[in-house]
């Protein structure tokens, strides 16, 4: 494995971190909880997929969580962004992709560490996949998702393009459906994986 990214600046002392697995392959999960214990976690808890991630409960400061970038149900960047959100601010991101436009997603997001893997790629994980959703985006919706790529709030969006925040929040609620997806990380890769924002 190859380190692309990596923010993490609280140390870990063994036998003191929780740690938690979010993978689709039993086989992938079994391997990092090994690779976990021998590092130290106190204990490794694993989930299958994305809507699983819930179920890990809250975080603390020294728990570390390994998401797959892929998963059954879903992205793991999107997987990411729920776990942070929990507590889990120790977040590592698994990919078999070197795609800028995941490894930006990911950041967004607030992995604090992106993984590249060598293990074979999935279709969906391909670089250059392209998701018809985004073909079907009008060209007032790329300029808000190129905004919100900026990092900017629905007002700041607004506020650039002569828009009220509810006018942005409804174009970003028809981008989520064209897209499937109402994360707003994961609708910025998906744009400029696509080559739709720069």
């Known amino acids: 494995m190859t380190t692309v990214v990596e923010r993490a600046r609280i140390p870990l002392t063994r036998g003191r971190f929780h740690a938690a697995v979010v993978a689709g392959s039993p086989g992938l999960r079994e391997s990092l909880a090994r ?37 059954p149900d879903g992205s793991g960047i999107a997987a990411v962004e729920t776990l942070r959100s929990m507590g889990w601010t120790r977040t590592v991101l698994l990919s078999q992709s070197t795609d800028p436009f995941t490894v930006r997603g990911a950041l967004m997001a607030g992995a604090r560490c992106f993984l590249v893997t060598n293990r074979p790629t999935t279709p969906t994980g391909q670089p250059g996949h392209v998701d018809p959703g985004v073909e079907q985006l009008s060209a007032r919706e790329v300029e808000v998702l190129a905004l919100v790529a900026d990092g900017r709030s629905n007002k700041e969006v607004g506020e650039s393009l002569g828009l009220s925040a509810l006018t942005v929040k409804s174009h970003l609620a028809r981008i989520a459906r064209k897209l499937g997806t109402g994360d707003r990380a994961e609708m910025v890769a998906m744009a400029m994986r696509a080559g739709a924002v720069t």
């Open 35 to 71: 690779v976990l214990t021998s590092l130290g976690a106190a204990d490794v808890t694993t989930v299958g997929l994305a809507e699983e991630a819930r179920s890990l409960g809250r975080g603390t400061p020294t728990s570390l969580v390994v998401v797959e970038c892929q998963l």
